[in-house]
């Protein structure tokens, strides 16, 4: 019997990787009825044994209560887990999930850039099923979690954290998911995934489900694989980058690399670089993610932001000169200051 042919129930959730994402999505769990638990680390983990997860929009705040635990073999096998670390601690995370999956157990992947199951459906059959050595070079990822049970989301919501705990959603509240393995349009949603969606509806979040996540996470970082290094390598908040006609120019070249690399992987953007532009300088004045993790000392997700597009370049035969320079830089600039190995 597969997984689709029982009763789907999330009665038992768990965040791996508590942070402000996985914040946010857990207290939409919570709120959903499920028995919410998160694997943490240091503060958060104390902070959430002791208080509990707050979630702050506005002037509203909100308390969940949860269980957290450092090994994730406290825990046990969950209905759904979801995955919200950064890139870069996807390897720890493969080493330690185990004890959480089960034959029925769903993970969602809630990340930025491009995730290990990319090119395992929705992309054109000549680059399908390649491993991107990029963000999981040793397959390491792939093989500590069930492809089959893997589904795939695109977050369009800004989070922060006041405090280890403490969850403070800015704007937007919506989510994209949808089936990694997913091959061609048109397709109806699996039972799973239509559950999901309707979960996290309860749960106050806008859940959409996409018949291709491959295509919604690919144009989502056709505008942040960008402005992402270029603050990283300048300290500028977004208006001041896109401001400057010259940096704009090099945005531009690099988004235009990218949108052929799409168009020959079978994800083509109608959309030109100046269309994204107007769309991300109406945000307003913001420091991306990359930015505010080399303030704060932590690894950068070069590569599942730039680098894996570059790979996927090389793999489909597009020149990409503009994106190596921009990988190159930032590249450099985080091994200088330890934030990448």
């Not at 769309?279 to 894996?308: N, R, Y």
Request: glycine share 12%.
């Amino acid at each position: 019997m597969t997984m689709e042919q029982t009763s789907i129930s999330f009665d038992k959730a768990c965040i791996f990787g508590a942070g402000a994402i996985g914040g946010w999505m857990g207290a939409a769990l919570a709120r959903a009825g499920c028995q919410l638990s998160a694997v943490a680390r240091g503060a958060a983990l104390q902070a959430l044994r002791t208080q509990g997860l707050t979630l702050v929009h506005g002037e509203q705040r909100e308390h969940f209560a949860l269980r957290a635990e450092q090994d994730p073999a406290a825990l046990g096998v969950q209905d759904l887990v979801i995955i919200s670390v950064k890139a870069p601690g996807m390897p720890d995370v493969a080493e330690r999930i185990a004890p959480l999956i089960g034959p029925q157990t769903v993970v969602l992947t809630a990340m930025n850039g491009v995730p290990w199951w990319f090119l395992q459906g929705g992309v054109d059959a000549s680059v399908r099923g390649r491993q991107l050595k990029a963000v999981d070079p040793e397959g390491r990822i792939a093989q500590a979690i069930p492809r089959g049970q893997v589904l795939g989301s695109v977050v369009h919501a800004s989070c922060s954290n006041d405090a280890p705990g403490v969850v403070r959603r800015h704007f937007g509240n919506s989510l994209i998911l949808g089936e990694p393995l997913a091959t061609g349009p048109g397709q109806p949603p699996t039972p799973r995934l239509a559950a999901l969606a309707q979960l996290l509806q309860r749960g106050g979040i806008e859940a959409k489900v996409s018949d291709n996540i491959q295509r919604d996470a690919w144009y989502k970082l056709w505008g942040n694989m960008t402005v992402n290094p270029v603050s990283a390598l300048t300290g500028a908040t977004s208006d001041r980058i896109l401001g400057d006609d010259l940096v704009r120019g090099l945005i531009t070249r690099v988004m235009l690399e990218a949108k052929e690399i799409g168009a020959r992987i079978g994800l083509p953007i109608n959309e030109s670089p100046e269309d994204r532009h107007a769309v991300t300088l109406k945000l307003g004045a913001f420091k991306t993610s990359m930015l505010q993790d080399v303030e704060a000392g932590k690894p950068v997700e070069l590569d599942a932001l730039v680098g894996a597009v570059r790979e996927m370049g090389q793999l489909c035969g597009v020149d990409t000169p503009f994106t190596d320079a921009l990988l190159g830089l930032a590249r450099l600039q985080a091994r200088q200051k330890g934030l990448m190995a």
